[in-house]
């Protein structure tokens, strides 16, 4: 076999460098690597890359001479924009059954990266957002470059985290995660490490280095420790106190009248909770809603469970008009004006947001075990 191909799971042969459907998948010795390329689209996570990724897991597995799998971005403007939301309203409009499906199988991906029993290093620089999130948190090695930044944004196109990450967030100390999962702010690599978002945090140019080490089958803790930069102070620990109050909250309304009274003075606290307050009313009230509840409700499940009631949610807001209003609003005509239904806080009721957490219909989700998965 000559240099420039590379041996997929299946045994088939690929030219080093061919993308196929916006993933490369290639084999360095011991590392498998799969890198996504889709640099127009700043890698959003489409149903065929998806189908590619999930493909190529069981065979690495399997496979004897494979020590681990990289996940990193073939562009150094991002690691993964999110899911391809656009892409998904317009299958969701079509055939709400279809999109339902569309979702399962990338929460089956999720719980397939979380089961997998070999070294997992994701190499992210850039934006990591929503399903890049899905992609790589479940990775047992999440390495981080020096522009690196997380954000779950979903309650700002009428959605909720999805992807099992409501569990992560829900676990965080001091309530930061239900500020995460509101906000939809964004986490730089400081502050990411210090919550345990990310495992490492080392510069991008050392990652062809990683993949390369990986690939003589180097231990990939002491490779990677002896790596690690100290990523400096995180920015979020100055509002930790603040953050703790607020978002303890037991309701929306409650949460929103805290920033409120926190608010009224002119010192920096004040200035973060206007902020914050202005920006919570701009996402959709039904979104930020279902997504307390759901974080609330995702500290007494495993990440299986998670997905599974991530699954009824997703339904249904596939099913509701604010996720098509967000996506408009945001990704088509980019007029940063959605009409949300319904309008304000007070209009969605407490039976409104149990319909969104009730079962839906006949297609659920059902994952594997996790002994089932490793067998």
Not at 62 to 77: L, Q, W
Not at 182 to 197: I, N, Q
Not at 274 to 280: G, Q, Y
Request: glycine fraction near 8%; charged fraction near 25%.
């Amino acid at each position: 076999m000559s240099n420039n191909q590379t041996v997929l799971p299946n045994g088939d042969t690929r030219i080093a460098g061919q993308a196929d459907e916006g993933v490369l998948i290639e084999q360095h010795g011991a590392a498998a690597c799969i890198t996504l390329n889709r640099p127009k689209a700043l890698n959003a996570l489409n149903d065929a890359m998806r189908a590619r990724i999930a493909a190529a897991l069981p065979g690495y597995m399997r496979n004897p001479e494979i020590y681990a799998v990289v996940i990193r971005s073939a562009s150094d403007r991002a690691f993964c924009a999110g899911g391809d939301v656009r892409e998904l309203s317009a299958l969701a409009r079509r055939d709400l059954a279809l999109a339902r499906t569309s979702l399962a199988d990338e929460y089956r991906l999720n719980w397939q990266l979380d089961c997998f029993n070999k070294p997992t290093v994701s190499l992210m620089n850039g934006m990591c957002v929503g399903s890049g999130v899905g992609l790589t948190l479940y990775n047992t090695h999440r390495v981080a470059g020096e522009n690196y930044s997380f954000a779950m944004p979903e309650t700002g196109i009428g959605l909720f985290p999805d992807l099992g990450v409501c569990k992560a967030l829900s676990d965080l100390p001091d309530n930061i995660g239900i500020y995460l999962g509101l906000t939809g702010r964004s986490l730089d690599r400081a502050d990411a490490y210090a919550l345990g978002l990310v495992t490492h945090c080392i510069p991008a140019n050392q990652f062809d280095d990683i993949v390369a080490a990986l690939g003589d089958a180097e231990t990939v803790d002491a490779l990677l420790d002896e790596r690690h930069v100290d990523p400096g102070e995180p920015a979020l620990d100055a509002r930790r106190g603040v953050i703790n109050d607020v978002f303890g909250a037991d309701t929306i309304e409650e949460i929103v009248k805290r920033l409120a009274e926190r608010g009224a003075g002119s010192d920096d606290v004040a200035v973060f909770c206007r902020a914050v307050r202005d920006e919570l009313a701009g996402r959709s009230p039904t979104s930020l809603k279902i997504t307390l509840r759901h974080l609330h409700d995702s500290r007494d499940r495993g990440l299986k469970e998670t997905l599974e009631a991530d699954h009824d949610v997703a339904g249904h807001c596939l099913a509701a008009e604010d996720f098509h209003e967000g996506v408009r609003a945001i990704l088509i005509d980019k007029d940063r004006a959605p009409v949300w239904h319904p309008p304000t806080l007070d209009k969605v009721s407490d039976d409104m947001v149990n319909e969104y957490l009730r079962k839906f219909g006949n297609q659920e989700l059902q994952l594997k075990s996790r002994e089932e998965m490793q067998r």
